[in-house]
């Protein structure tokens, strides 16, 4: 045995001449997602829903051009300044449409927003039949102010509710205050018309009840959404300004509505009173509002020609007022309302 010292520390053990070195373990790791995609993602359909209205606006345009050429060609006739005084009246109707948004909610809202919102409102009111786009906007525009989904829809039921009810007490108004003035007799339907809007709620209801027994599901959402607007509206009727703003506006929208039509009549040389128009379109919008048209138009319209006429107004000269009733409420606000729908999408508001 040799006692030489070792020259260094012994290295390590030889591998066998027949085993390979494994090749080291490569783990991939997965590519991160890049935020600047998501972003230009959420850009890209930013701007997609900001530019569909214009777009269902464009195409309904196209579809009803001769409603927007006849009603144009015979404003031109008119007299402007009865025409800027019905403009007045539809600026009106959209501020009462605000009021009484802000009376169906307990919550403060910020009546800029407010305003712009039903401005925008009312411009989707015009593509969708029954009022859904005007409720699909004040809907996004409550979520966006932090309204809970469940008091939202309660307070867009409550204001569908309020309104035909404050209709139908102005019309009762009238009959009371007015009874000579108003040929009621010519007015009234017969007999088997009055039962079409009962047997149609009667439908609807049992449609909805049929629905919630079948579909289970639907039954604890429902049962929230009752017991939410029950709540709300007891906590409204506590409060007067609540209650001035969601009855009195409700009250003051079918006037002005009216008020638009009596300044067009005047233009194109209708000599009826103010109060024989705002019951004719009362009596008219309540016979045949429950019909689902984009903003009641053509129902209403036929109803009110025909209402007119047992004035005594040619139907000529109805069918005129009404073409521009709808120019100034409908074809005139339209691409501004569509343009303040798509800033406010834009401005993360709806």
């Known amino acids: 045995m040799s006692l030489l010292p070792l020259e260094g520390p012994p290295g390590p053990l030889p591998a066998p001449a027949t085993a390979a070195a494994p090749a080291p373990l490569t783990i991939c790791a997965p590519a991160p997602v890049a935020a600047g995609s998501r972003r230009s993602l959420t850009r890209l359909t930013r701007r997609l829903l900001t530019l569909l209205p214009l777009l269902l606006i464009g195409v309904w345009a196209v579809l009803d051009w001769r409603a927007l050429y006849d009603g144009t060609a015979r404003l031109a006739t008119a007299d402007p300044w009865w025409l800027l005084v019905g403009l007045f009246y539809t600026c009106l109707g959209w501020i009462s449409a605000s009021v009484v948004r802000q009376g169906a909610l307990p919550e403060r809202l910020p009546p800029g927003l407010l305003g712009a919102s039903q401005f925008a409102a009312g411009a989707a009111n015009h593509v969708l039949p029954a009022s859904l786009g005007a409720h699909a906007v004040t809907l996004r525009f409550l979520q966006g102010q932090g309204i809970p989904l469940a008091r939202a829809t309660a307070s867009l039921a409550l204001y569908a509710l309020v309104r035909p009810i404050a209709k139908t007490l102005v019309l009762l ?27 149609a709620a009667g439908l609807g209801l049992g449609a909805t009840l049929l629905l919630l027994t079948l579909v289970r599901p639907l039954r604890r959402p429902a049962a929230t959404f009752v017991r939410t607007a029950l709540t709300d509206a007891r906590r409204l009727h506590t409060m007067p ?9 409700a009250a003051a929208a079918p006037l002005l509505q009216a008020s638009v039509i009596h300044a067009v009549g005047t233009s194109l040389g209708m000599t009826l009173s103010w109060a024989q128009v705002a019951f004719a379109y009362l009596a008219a ?14 129902p209403v319209d036929a109803a009110m020609v025909f209402t007119l006429a047992v004035y005594g107004v040619p139907v000529s000269l109805g069918t005129a007022v009404l073409i ?7 074809w005139l606000p339209l691409l501004p309302g569509v343009l303040c729908m798509s800033a406010l999408v834009h401005r993360k508001v709806l």
Do not use: K
């Open 173 to 199: 108004g009238f009959l009371v205050a007015l009874p000579g003035l108003l040929r009621l007799g010519d007015l009234v339907p017969d007999r088997r018309l009055l039962f079409l809007p009962a047997v």
């Open 241 to 249: 300004s609540r209650v001035l703003a969601l009855w009195g506006g």
């Open 285 to 298: 919008s309540t016979a045949v509002g429950s019909v689902p048209a984009p903003g009641g138009i053509g």
């Open 324 to 330: 521009g009733y709808r120019v100034l409420t409908v």
